[in-house]
């Protein structure tokens, strides 16, 4: 047989090869028939199920239209629809389907008409009609849509979309029952709630924290009495977090309180051992330094640092939890601070709390061996003077006042027994609500965005934040988190971010951020 020059294959060979080639290219090319499913009426353009258990897998990729009515399937999936890209009619109705998954109709550009009429759907995830850039008609009658906050994307799609879309009608809530979702008011107020998050764990134990504000810088400083150190941190602006900064050493340091007088920056320091100092941050060394001693005879076991103004004069407190110590006031004289008044002794104050009550100023000290008392300023004496107690509130561990719609309210700690919130009624203190407490050690208010907490911090137990209910005017439970041991909380606001910092007096410092959570999502 004749070879082809150069080839090593005879002529004969060489067409049987060119001929095998042709027809596996036409294999190829010429598409398998696919059958079409049972259940199913098919045509070249489009294909009808009725009854189906499922969304048939084998259609042709080209076809234009799809009906699936009449079936039993509750559920479309992700991606169910992505083989066929050239559908432009999808009739999905008279199923059972609950639930559809946010990426179903994915790859879909080209559909103009899509019915999913006379289902089971309560809900439509967020934006699940996203990828219909050819959308013209959607027929979503039929259905018992929940129009609370997961429809509030719906809501507002509605209003942007340029498809025509049937009536949805609302089943609930009662409120929305058979109204049209158009005719819903607002989602707002609604469909936002809050949560704490962790955002960062400082590795060291502390019984207190302070926040300041210096040249547009937000600072903490807090109080580490097994590490001797008064750390002071800094928010980063470009890390987010909080950063050291500097730090202030000492003997069993328990407290760290700010003080700003014009552009100069103050920290006292209050220790268990070796007196308590004040500390001045110096420009020059960049870093606090020693600015004067506080008189070790008046303060023997420091509680509580209280910082207040009264007719533009600075004053702080320290409450001395002592027998042989005196809580007492120092006051700014431009040139240091001097001791201004002690308050009481013998009482072992825990606790000091100052409060604007009616246009006066006022301090509550707080004690385990009485009941809490409250002084009020004098004007003509400028001095504290005892004015009234709060009644049948024995071992209250501290006092702290808050505000809600200029209502004044106090939250009162105690370790033994039910802590306590009560509101001044223009004559006196009232209770209106008792928080079981076994073990607490600190109930903190704050508040973030118009939210109000109380964080009650238990030696026993998981701590636990509790709300505000602007309707029953009560505190509810809201939050678990775990500290151990917690001695503080304190709340802080940097860069439209707001945090609170939780000391442990056994564990790792926490740091929460307060976040809102969109419940539409």
């Not at 000091?352 to 061996?369: N, Q, T």
């Amino acid at each position: 047989m004749a070879r082809l020059p150069g080839s090593g294959c005879s002529g004969g060979s060489f067409w049987l090869l060119v001929l095998a080639a042709a027809c596996l290219l036409h294999r190829a090319q010429v598409r398998k028939p696919v059958r079409c499913p049972a259940t199913c009426s098919c045509t070249k353009e489009s294909i009808i199920c009725v009854g189906s258990a499922s969304v048939p897998r084998a259609i042709p990729s080209d076809i234009g239209s799809l009906s699936l009515v009449n079936g039993t399937f509750s559920e479309i999936k992700e991606r169910m629809f992505s083989h066929l890209p050239s559908l432009q009619l999808l009739f999905i109705e008279g199923n059972k389907i609950e639930t559809i998954s946010r990426n179903a109709f994915r790859g879909l550009r080209d559909l103009t008409h899509l019915s999913l009429a006379n289902n089971q759907l309560k809900a439509l995830p967020r934006d699940v009609f996203g990828d219909l850039d050819s959308l013209i008609e959607l027929d979503l009658r039929g259905n018992k849509f929940e129009c609370d906050c997961k429809a509030k994307w719906l809501f507002l799609w509605l209003k942007m979309t340029n498809s025509t879309v049937s009536d949805v009608l609302c089943v609930g809530p009662a409120e929305f029952q058979d109204k049209k979702l158009n005719d819903v008011s607002s989602f707002d107020d609604e469909c936002t709630t809050t949560d704490f998050v962790v955002h960062q764990i400082l590795p060291y134990q502390s019984v207190s924290v302070d926040t300041f504000h210096s040249k547009n810088d937000v600072y903490v400083a807090i109080a580490q009495p097994s590490m001797e150190n008064c750390m002071v941190l800094e928010w980063d602006h470009i890390e987010k977090n909080f950063r050291s900064y500097d730090n202030i050493t000492g003997q069993s340091i328990v407290g760290c309180k700010a003080i700003l007088i014009d552009d100069q920056v103050f920290v006292v320091v209050a220790q268990l051992f070796g007196g308590s100092h004040i500390y001045k941050y110096d420009e020059s060394w960049t870093k606090f330094v020693k600015f004067q001693d506080i008189e070790v005879s008046r303060i023997s076991k420091p509680n509580d640092i209280e910082l207040f103004q009264i007719e533009s004069e600075t004053f702080f407190v320290i409450a001395d939890s002592s027998k042989a110590g005196l809580t007492t006031i120092y006051k700014w004289n431009n040139k240091g601070f001097y001791s201004y008044q002690s308050l009481h002794e013998w009482f072992r104050d825990t606790d000091a709390e100052f409060v604007d009550i009616d246009g006066k100023s006022h301090l509550i000290l707080s004690s385990r061996s009485q009941i809490p008392i409250i002084l009020q300023w004098n004007k003509s004496s400028k001095k504290f003077l005892p004015h009234s107690e709060i009644p049948n509130m024995e071992d209250v561990l501290a006092v702290k006042s808050f505000r809600i719609q200029d209502n004044l309210y106090i939250s009162l700690t105690r370790f033994i027994g039910d802590s306590r919130i009560m509101k001044w009624n223009s004559k006196q203190f009232v209770e209106i609500q008792a928080l079981p407490s076994r073990g607490a050690m600190t109930l903190q208010p704050f508040s973030f965005k118009n939210n109000h907490y109380l964080a009650l911090g238990s030696d026993y137990t998981f701590s636990q934040i509790f709300q505000w209910d602007n309707e029953k005017k009560l505190f509810k439970i809201f939050k678990e988190i775990y500290v151990q041991a917690p001695r503080s909380f304190t709340a802080v606001s940097t860069d439209r971010r707001d945090f609170f910092f939780a000391s442990s007096f056994k564990g790792h410092t926490q740091i929460f951020e307060h976040i809102i959570v969109d419940l539409s999502l």
